[in-house]
Structures are given as C-alpha cells and as structure tokens.
C-alpha cells in the first residue's frame, strides 16, 4: 500500500534519513523503533509531505507521492497522529473535529465522521463545547486520533502516541489503534515503547541513526537478541 | 447573515441594533466636532478590523498595514485627479493595487518560510521601501504631497466622495459596519476555521491536510484588500496624501492598537478597541490644545501609556472581558 524506497533525507548538512525503505501492507500495523533521535519524525514527516527526500521515492497505492504538498498528501489518505498530540488549543473540542473534516476527500461525510468519533470517544462528545486546551493529555490524545480520523484516512502514522501519558491510558490508546485497525485502518506506529508495539505490530523495523538496522515480523524482533539487548535492557 | 443574527444571543441582538440606532440618529443631536471624531472611530474600527483578520485570525503579524492604505489612497486619488475617474470606481483599482502588494509580501514571506518576527519585519521594509520611493515619485508630488482640490459644483456628488463632515460620517459607519459583518461571515466560514487552525499551530493544521500557504495568502490578500478602502476613505476625507503621513510605521502602529486593546481574534475587538482609545487620544489633543502645550510626541507616549495599563489589566482585550460580563460568546483567543 505505502512503499518508501531508500530515501535520504538532510537538514541542512545533517543527515537524519540514509537510504530507508519500508515496506506497509494493506490491513496491517506497522511498527518503527528506535531511539531519539534516530530519525523515526523525520521518516514520518517526509511520508506526509513535510519534509523533502534529498533522493529516493514514496509511492502510495501505485502513485509517486514523492514531494507532494502535506495537503495532496493527506487528501490521498495518509492521516498523521503528530507527537505531542498539537491540538489547537482555543478552538472548541468540535472546531478541532470540523477543522480536520475540511479536507476534500472528507468533506461531504462530516456528520457520519462526528459520530463515529463520538462513539469512540464519548468523552469529546460531553467536552464538545469545550476549548481543547483545557482538556487533560489523555483526552488530548484523544482528540488527536479522532480529529485525524475525521480526515477519513486509510493509512494513520502515529508519532509517539503514548508519550507523557499515564501507564493506564498507554494501554488505551494501544487498544484504540488495535480496534481501529481490525475495522480496517492501516497503521504505522512510531515508538519509543519498543516492547508494547513490536507485540502489536505486524511488521516492524528497527531505526538506528537513520538507518533501518532490522526488521521483520513483530514477534521475531521482539524474540532477537540484539533488539533485546538495545532496547529491551534484557 | 440570517444565520448570524440567528445565533447571536438575544440581549447582543438589543445591543447591537440599539448601537445602530443611536449611531444613525445621532447627527441629529451631535455637534461637528462629536461627529468628526466618531467618523475618526469608525476609521479605525474598519482598518483596525482588517487588520484583525489577519492577525487575529490568521496569526499573521504585519507592521506594515500603512503601506495598503497609502496605495490604496494614492490609487484611487490619482485616478480622479488624472483621468477623472470617480472614487465609485478607483476603489476598485486601489483593491487591486494593495492586494496585489499583499500577494508580493505574503508569497516572499510564506514562500520562504519568513515567519513571526521577521514576516513583520518584510511588512515594515516594505512599507517604508514603498514610502520612499513615493517621496519621489513625480506623478504623486513627491514629498510634496498630493491633494484633492475643493470644487463648489462637486458638492453633493456623494458617489465621488465629495461631500461634507455627514457623508463620510455615513460612509465610515457603513465601513465599519459591513467589516464588522465580513469578518464575522468569515469566522465561521470554511476559510476562517484554516485561520484559526494555522494561527494556533500551523504544523499540526498541515499535518491534517491544510493548505497552510493558500490559507495564509488568502488572509494577506483579502486584509490589504480590504485596507486599501480605508486609504480611498482617507484619501478623499482629507484631502491630502503626503508619503511620510501615510505609510510612516507609526500610522501602521496607530492602526493595530485598536484591535489589540478591543480584543484579537475577535469580531467586536476593534469596534471597541476603537471607540476606547480614538476619543482618548483626540480628548488629549484638545486638552493639550486648550493649555497651549505644544509637545508632538505627546500622543504617543499617551496611547502608549494606555497600551500598557489597558494590557496589563485584561492581556485578551477589553471586549472579551466585557463578552464574558455579558455572557455573550465572540471567538475570543
């Protein structure tokens, strides 16, 4: 569905991204790990359109969307759960949803997309009115997900989503992007939470100073030495 | 517009059609000087409005606004003076001009990345780069100023702006009136909600697939747009047009602090913002003027005096703290 093939990507004269490739298939959960710094934004960030790739390209459903705009980008269905949930914060719980139902692929389905948020999170249903700065981070989170959810993606990336949260809505949100993707969404998961998502994850690859060092299916990486060794502190 | 009336609560609704009212009838009983000074009220509510929109709205900052009233003006009078043709008309060429100097700077700064600060500072350059080269341009007088003449038989002709003290009374409440109702319109608008969204953070609103740089020129574009009106207005209610008066960064400073002290982001900020500072500032001058104390800066350090304690006490503006003690909602950052 989303192929990335060696990119290389330069902020000014450092380099964050050398020769990635990613492969994600339809229906399935991602995973990309590995420490700070280790380029997993950036790789993010280029997919949706935010950041030039010096080379390489991405294509998603057989189209080069190599350099799109962040907006062309979206509208072909490539949602994003930015780090540190960004939502706006004087704007009311529902302005942050009708805001990101403005996209053209999403437009016509506003009603059907708030309710389905709502049913949800029930919680943004009752802060409806509220400005989404006064909510808790968790709620936060939430709003977050559900205000990418009404730009009707087929494939989210999640930037870190359960970072700064408590360890009890940790596991909500990891189940809220299970359900999601048992209903259909494809997901990529970016994370510092190296053990929660290489058990969620169907596929996942290891990101170490802008390079992809392994990769593989969830479980196997999760059983590798290596991985537990740098990551799992076993 | 039905729609808004709509949803305005029932005692804003009061408010405002009593405002309206009194404000249109009140020529009746004002005398000239009250009415001059509420024409200079209406003035900056308008200009103070379109400013808004970009600011308060689209997070833009521009110190640079004087440059679309001078175009705008100079547009528009040159066009009477030299081809006769009538302000009904120039207006719409001024629109142009100034817009099309919004486009320029907003495409450089957005284009570039020249963001907060130093999109302000690209505003100022451009504002007084443009001044300068008035001071020099032939076609306009130069330094020496540009100026409407008076014509006896002209008087009446309000389509062309020529008329007296109630035409441009009329005229500046209409202005303020109908920007007022723009920028609300706009708020709620498709476009508004992109603003707001790139005004509270603009990476998160790309992420969610927000043209971030057609949102932020459409706010550019449509606020020099609409200041290059407030220049025409200027332009033939006083009759002069002198570079270092109209594009000086202080007119630029003069004309944000309305919006400021009423309240960014909202729709009656300027409106009061106006109607606090302008009769406070022109109270001075005549107080000044009746002691015989001839101090030229005295404005300035008035307005920013007032600056201070005014933000210093309510950081949101006037209006949103009155909103709030009427209970009525405007989009109050």
Known sequence: MLSVCDIDVFYGDAQALDRVSIDVEEGKIVAIVGANGAGKTSLIRTIAGMQRPARGHITFRGADITGWPSCRVCNAGIGQVAEGRQVFPTLTVRENLEVAALLPRARGKLAHSLARVFAMFPILAERGRQPAGTLSGGEQQMLAIGRCLMGRPDLVMFDEPSLGLAPALVQEVLKTIRELNRDGLTCVLVEQNVAVSLRLADRAYVLENGRITLSGAGAELLADDRVRQAYLGM | MIELWRIAPPRGRIVIALALAVLLALPLAADRYVISVLTLIFYFAYVGQAWNLMMGYAGQLSLGHALYVGVGGYVAALMWLKLGIGPWLGVFAAVAAAAAFGAAIGWLGFRFGIAGVYFALLTIAFAEFTRIGFDHLELTGGAAGLFLPFEEKRIGEWWNLRGGQLLFYYLGLALAAGAALLVALMARSRLGYQWRAVREDETAARALGIDAFAVKMAAVVISSGMTA?????????????????????????????????????????????????????????????????????????????????????????????????????????
Not at chain 2, 241 to 249: A, D, G, N, R
Not at chain 2, 285 to 296: C, E, H, L, S
């Open chain 2, 229 to 333: 009106v407030g220049g025409v207005f200027y332009a033939f209610y006083y009759n002069n047009l002198f570079p270092s008066q109209v594009f000086e960064i202080s007119r630029s400073i003069e004309l944000i602090l309305a919006p400021i002290v009423g309240g960014l982001g909202t729709v009656f900020g300027p409106v009061i913002g106006a109607f606090v500072l302008t009769p406070l500032g022109e109270g001075l001058t005549a107080v000044t003027g009746r002691f015989g104390i001839n101090a030229p800066g005295v404005k300035a350090v008035f307005y920013g005096v007032v600056l201070i304690v005014i933000i210093s006490a309510m950081p949101s503006g006037v209006w949103p703290r009155l909103a709030a003690l009427f209970g009525l909602k405007d989009h109050a950052r």
